[in-house]
């Protein structure tokens, strides 16, 4: 396993060398009390040696973090099985078919919690049946009581539990660090967003404002800036808010984009959430209307932008302050076949199920309430 950091498994390795010292503790005990009952003591206790210095050797690769791979952990299942094959060599046939094989099946367990541990939960069972299998083959048939002898089902659970772990923590680890870089990210799209509101923002909306006081060829230019400076606006902030949750959006996340020197958007302190399609509609009819503001309500005028979440239902307003709208000036419109307002703005309230409804008066300005029903 190439090195890319710090290991999330970590805390697996040192706790399985902890079970690996006392794996040893118990087969030194195993091996003082049969010691006396094999054909070869001798070559028992060399083979003991090799083994407590294979798991010393084991214990300092897995801890210091070199041994933490593939070709590793097969070296250790090979060392297992030999020294559980080496069981024939220093014991009887009577002896082995009574007993637990060398080194003891304990011990051999090491090689199937490291397995886990490097490959998850398949290749720590696989690792778990082959010790199984070893120990099969020194007692020369196969007769498994899982009434009085469950190793094998212990070995397998110990794979798929230390595996699953394993495999656990990494995905966890691996989470974590999807979260710090999305919130690094988002914290270095605010400190540019500062820096581009302070910025240009400010000069745009200053040019606007001092163009249209001036007046003549210059309101053009500062109509110009004005439309860079909403756009500019709407930029940063949608990089700012997230709108999507899941399989909803956020209303005041969207409506936020229209925020500009000329349009006041308020929202409450938590988020709206309606299903993508309806707040999507929505605030397409809310756009709408801003944009009428922008051409019919005079150079001056300013629009002002009210969420509200009501429970059942969500309604947006959109006040302006200029010229309004004349009595039967509506109706003349859709007369000469101009029906944006009949469609953008009523006709997505109607297919929503909700409703628009149009205050407005010459002089007093305008003002739409749209509202749809939560579903």
Known sequence: MPDT????????????????????????????????????????????????????????????GFGRRRSW?????????????????????????????????????????????????IAGMLTGVVVMIASTVVKGFINYDLGRNATIVIELAVGLAVGMAAQTARRAHAELERATRLAASQQERERLSREVHDGAIQVLALVARRGREIGGETAELAELAGQQERALRRLISSADVEPRVGAMSDVGALLRRQASDRVAVSLPAEPVLLDEATATELV??????????????????????????????????????????????????????????????????TWLGGSATLT????SGTEWELTVPRR
């Not at 060399?46 to 050797?57: G, H, P």
């Not at 629009?303 to 109706?331: C, F, Q």
């Not at 407005?360 to 002089?363: D, E, F, K, L």
């Open 5 to 64: 950091g710090p290991d999330p498994a970590a805390p697996l390795w040192r706790a399985a060398q902890v079970f690996r010292l006392l794996s040893c503790i118990y087969a030194a005990g195993f091996s003082i009390a049969v010691n006396p009952d094999l054909q070869q003591p001798g070559a028992a206790w060399l083979l003991f040696a090799a083994l407590i210095a294979w798991s010393a050797v084991c214990a300092v690769a897995y801890l210091q």
């Open 73 to 121: 952990v097969l070296a250790e299942l090979i060392v297992v099985v030999a020294l559980i094959l080496s069981t024939e060599l220093v014991a009887s046939e009577q002896w082995t078919l009574d007993n637990q094989s060398l080194p003891t099946t304990l011990w051999a367990t090491n090689a199937t919690i490291s397995a886990a541990i490097v490959s998850g939960p």
């Open 284 to 349: 397409a009819a809310a756009t709408n209307a801003l944009d009428n503001v922008t051409a019919h309500a005079g150079p001056d005028a300013r629009a002002y932008v009210l969420l509200e979440d009501l429970g059942d239902s969500v309604t947006v307003s959109i006040r302006d302050d200029g010229v309004g709208i004349a009595n039967g000036r509506l109706d003349e419109a859709v007369g000469e076949g101009r029906v944006g307002i009949a469609k953008s703005i009523v006709g997505r309230m």
């Open 360 to 363: 407005t008066a010459p002089g």
